[in-house]
């Protein structure tokens, strides 16, 4: 009987054991377990601008996206904007919805949730940004603010993820949001002046490029002034350019810098300039540092003043323009190259003289002239062809040659006189010495549009005439006459005087 007890008390207790060590096994095996992942997302960001609102999206469409041209008005992507997701809870993110002007900027939201965030790369030249394997969650996510942008459509914005997809047997493993924005207007044009257009060769000519900083100017990757300068200017040199904007500071090397190609004989590629050879390019390149100092400027313009002379080489009645391009990247995949629709210019003009015989019409050499403006001042011609005003004693004296030629040239449009100072040999001064003349387009050549390079045949000539002294002969017939008979007089009176003497 005890052996029965015995053997029913060790066969209850193995059994407990057994059932004891079961259930640890099975604890043991469930705390090793590792638990399967959930699922995760990759939310793909396309920045867009489009005038377009909110529109609300298929599942097919957040779950394989949209061509932006079509499914947006205008819309085109936007490269180089960045984000900041931060992981909320479900009744921040209610909250947030509920008053997203409160938390649009990352600093907003950091405020709230107690962190930083995740910032993102920029936007590639897609317009898109990956926000990789967001796990079960809620999310709200900003906009990181560029200075080009208007406005923005859809950001911030919230998502709780994951998406069930269409057979709602699973989860979208990549889900495409579209954030919108207004993009700020591109650049105005830049405008062009010149202090004098009507000017002397050697005469000093400043050039003033003016523009409107356009909305965003911290955010351009590129904001660069080019002058091509005609190869009938001289450059006066990089010293005497000058860029300013009221209230920034600029500083030459650091916030923008000047260079000169005088690579001369280059041909022109903008405007008016185009197929012609330049003296050189003037270019202005405004640096990262002073791109944000224009942005805080106030009244928002630029300016650059640079300063040119007309050369010998211009051509007499012919406008010389002088353009400028703008070369700009706003960072949103906006470049171009802009440009005055009328560039300014500066000519200069001249007057050619034939001094003939007034009665025969032949050539005369050796008239010699002095040339005074409207206010009294003489021509002097200088080194180079250039032109001042000066005294009398310092005037140039112009003088015909063997075929009767002189000319003056480079002089601002304007009235003149022409002073005959010295007749030709043989010659009479005019009883007015003075002829006044006229320098303007077509003062010089009949055409100036077509003459490519200084053409004596087709200048358009003034005439100056002289008529030649008649002085009486003397010792002729006439005179023998005379001298007879006042011999025959004299002798006659002699003959008579004696004759009454010895009466």
């Given at each position: 009987?005890?052996?029965?007890?015995?053997?029913?008390?060790?066969?209850?207790?193995?059994?407990?054991?057994?059932?004891?060590?079961?259930?640890?096994?099975?604890?043991?095996?469930?705390?090793?377990?590792?638990?399967?992942?959930?699922?995760?997302?990759?939310?793909?960001?396309?920045?867009?601008?489009?005038?377009?609102?909110?529109?609300?999206m298929t599942l097919e469409q957040l779950r394989d996206g949209v061509d932006v041209g079509f499914y947006f008005t205008n819309g085109k992507v936007l490269p180089g904007v960045s984000f900041t997701y931060f992981s909320v809870t479900a009744q921040q993110l209610m909250d947030m919805k509920a008053n997203p002007g409160a938390f649009d900027t990352a600093a907003e939201v950091a405020a709230e949730v107690g962190n930083n965030g995740t910032a993102t790369a920029e936007t590639d030249s897609n317009g898109q940004v990956t926000l990789p394997n967001l796990?079960?969650?809620?999310?709200?996510?900003?906009?990181?603010?560029?200075?080009?942008?208007?406005?923005?459509?859809a950001v911030p914005f919230g998502l709780t993820l994951p998406f069930t997809?269409?057979?709602?047997?699973?989860?979208?493993?990549?889900?495409?949001?579209?954030?919108?924005?207004?993009?700020e207007d591109l650049p105005d044009l830049p405008e062009k002046t010149v202090y004098e257009s009507n000017v002397a060769i050697g005469q000093l000519n400043t050039w003033t490029i003016s523009m409107n900083i356009p909305e965003g100017i911290e955010d351009y990757d590129k904001f660069t002034f080019i002058d091509e300068i005609d190869s009938r200017l001289?450059?006066?040199?990089?010293?005497?350019?000058?860029?300013?904007?009221?209230?920034?500071?600029?500083?030459?090397?650091?916030?923008?810098?000047?260079?000169?190609?005088?690579?001369?004989?280059?041909?022109?590629?903008?405007?008016?300039?185009?197929g012609k050879t330049l003296t050189?390019?003037?270019t202005v390149?405004?640096?990262?540092?002073?791109?944000?100092?224009?942005?805080?400027?106030?009244?928002?313009?630029?300016?650059i003043k640079f300063n040119t002379k007309v050369n010998k080489t211009a051509i007499m009645g012919q406008d010389i323009f002088n353009n400028v391009v703008i070369d700009f990247d706003n960072g949103n995949?906006?470049?171009?190259?802009?440009?005055?629709?009328?560039?300014?210019?500066?000519?200069?003009?001249?007057?050619?003289?034939?001094?003939?015989?007034?009665?025969?019409?032949?050539a005369l050499n050796g008239a010699e002239f002095k040339i005074t403006n409207a206010q009294g001042q003489y021509v002097i011609l200088g080194d180079e062809g250039a032109i001042t005003f000066g005294t009398e004693a310092d005037a140039t004296v112009f003088t015909s040659d063997a075929d009767g030629k002189f000319e003056v040239r480079g002089l601002p449009y304007a009235?003149?006189?022409?002073?005959?100072?010295?007749?030709?040999?043989?010659?009479?001064?005019?009883?007015?010495?003075?002829?006044?003349?006229?320098?303007?387009?077509?003062?010089?050549?009949?055409?100036?549009?077509?003459?490519?390079?200084?053409?004596?045949?087709?200048?358009?000539?003034?005439?100056?005439v002289n008529k030649k002294v008649t002085i009486p002969q003397t010792g002729g017939i006439g005179t023998m006459a005379f001298t007879l008979i006042g011999a025959a007089l004299i002798l006659f009176s002699i003959v008579f005087y004696k004759r009454s003497s010895k009466a």
């Open positions: 009987m005890n052996n029965k007890r015995l053997l029913r008390w060790m066969t209850t207790l193995l059994i407990a054991v057994m059932t004891v060590l079961g259930l640890v096994g099975q604890t043991v095996a469930h705390a090793t377990e590792t638990a399967p992942a959930g699922p995760l997302t990759d939310v793909i960001i396309t920045k867009v601008d489009t005038p377009d609102q909110v529109k609300d796990p079960e969650g809620n999310y709200w996510i900003v906009e990181n603010t560029k200075g080009t942008i208007v406005s923005s459509r997809n269409t057979d709602g047997n699973g989860y979208l493993e990549n889900i495409y949001v579209y954030p919108k924005n207004t993009l001289d450059f006066e040199g990089t010293q005497f350019v000058f860029v300013t904007a009221t209230g920034a500071g600029l500083v030459e090397g650091e916030d923008y810098i000047i260079s000169f190609n005088d690579a001369a004989g280059q041909v022109g590629n903008y405007g008016p300039l185009d050189g390019t003037l390149e405004f640096t990262e540092a002073g791109r944000k100092k224009l942005a805080n400027v106030d009244p928002k313009k630029v300016e995949g906006d470049t171009g190259e802009y440009e005055p629709t009328t560039p300014p210019y500066v000519n200069t003009g001249g007057k050619a003289f034939l001094k003939k015989d007034g009665s025969t019409d032949a009235t003149y006189t022409l002073v005959e100072t010295k007749a030709p040999a043989g010659y009479a001064l005019p009883t007015n010495p003075e002829t006044t003349f006229e320098i303007d387009a077509g003062s010089y050549y009949t055409n100036a549009t077509e003459v490519t390079m200084w053409d004596t045949e087709s200048n358009n000539p003034q005439m100056i």
